[in-house]
């Protein structure tokens, strides 16, 4: 089995993969201040919440936007399985041409999405991941990587407009009954849910007036699952494109 960790800013996602399936998929928050015990603590008893060994774990490989936690973290794994896991970052193989300024400085959670999807779909793509930030990233034919966008992210955003403002209350993010709110929480939970909705519908109009041809759109993260519906334009919603995209990186680039 796989074990296949992505480190992003709120969340770590580890996932085990066998035989190119998802066996299991589990979450813990990502913590600055935790060692490499501690995380380590967690991965192993995580593997045996989903009844899995860890000398059952032939090999792992980790992305991370996180250069912070990436060594406790990494560590940790090496602690459980004994083994050096693969790393996503420069020198690996993506089959990817990055067009961009700087190509080293884009995340690496961008580009195993970025695999994953060309795995599944015909460019030209853009691929929405709606987590901690809003991202979206366009991939042209010859998968040729053309760059994208970041926007602060949906609770990013709700925990900017409760801190500044005294008398906005903290709120759930559920499914705004109307637009047109009749209270404070309704009006804030449309203002957040279907602002953020129009703003993606927004910005793929101006992104596909800029290449000039429309696109597959796919979205992926945390909140996709809550936005996504919301939107007029056609999204194809993917949970699980961080693990899949993983998984073909790690095929590309296995050690003999």
């Known amino acids: 089995m796989l074990l296949a960790i992505d480190i992003g800013n709120t969340n770590i996602v580890l996932g085990g993969i066998q035989d190119g399936q998802i066996a299991f998929e589990a979450r813990i928050a990502t913590d600055h201040i935790k060692t490499s015990d501690q995380y380590g603590v967690e991965i192993k008893n995580i593997l045996s919440l989903f009844q899995t060994d860890p000398a059952d774990i032939q090999d792992c490989i980790i992305s991370s936007v996180v250069p912070p936690v990436f060594n406790s973290v990494r560590t940790g794994v090496m602690k459980v399985i004994r083994r050096t896991p693969m790393v996503v970052g420069p020198g690996i193989k993506t089959g990817l041409n990055i067009q961009m300024d700087t190509p080293s400085q884009v995340g690496s959670d961008r580009i195993v999405v970025a695999v994953a999807a060309l795995a599944e779909y015909q460019p030209p793509l853009t691929l929405l991941d709606l987590g901690t930030a809003t991202t979206i990233e366009v991939v042209g034919q010859g998968n040729t990587y053309l760059g994208g966008c970041i926007i602060p992210g949906v609770?990013?955003?709700?925990?900017?407009?409760?801190?500044?403002?005294?008398?906005?209350?903290?709120?759930?993010?559920?499914?705004?009954?109307?637009?047109?709110?009749?209270?404070?929480?309704?009006?804030?939970?449309?203002?957040?849910?279907?602002?953020?909705?129009?703003?993606?519908?927004?910005?793929?109009d101006r992104v596909e007036e800029e290449l000039g041809c429309s696109t597959t759109v796919v979205a992926t993260g945390g909140m996709a699952q809550f936005i996504v519906p919301l939107c007029r334009r056609k999204i194809i919603l993917e949970k699980d494109l961080l693990l899949k995209g993983l998984y073909i990186l790690y095929q590309k680039n296995r050690r003999k």
């Open 155 to 204: 609770r990013v955003s709700l925990e900017a407009l409760t801190s500044r403002a005294a008398q906005l209350p903290g709120i759930r993010l559920d499914r705004p009954k109307r637009v047109i709110g009749k209270n404070t929480e309704d009006s804030m939970r449309s203002g957040i849910m279907y602002g953020t909705a129009a703003l993606v519908d927004g910005m793929l």
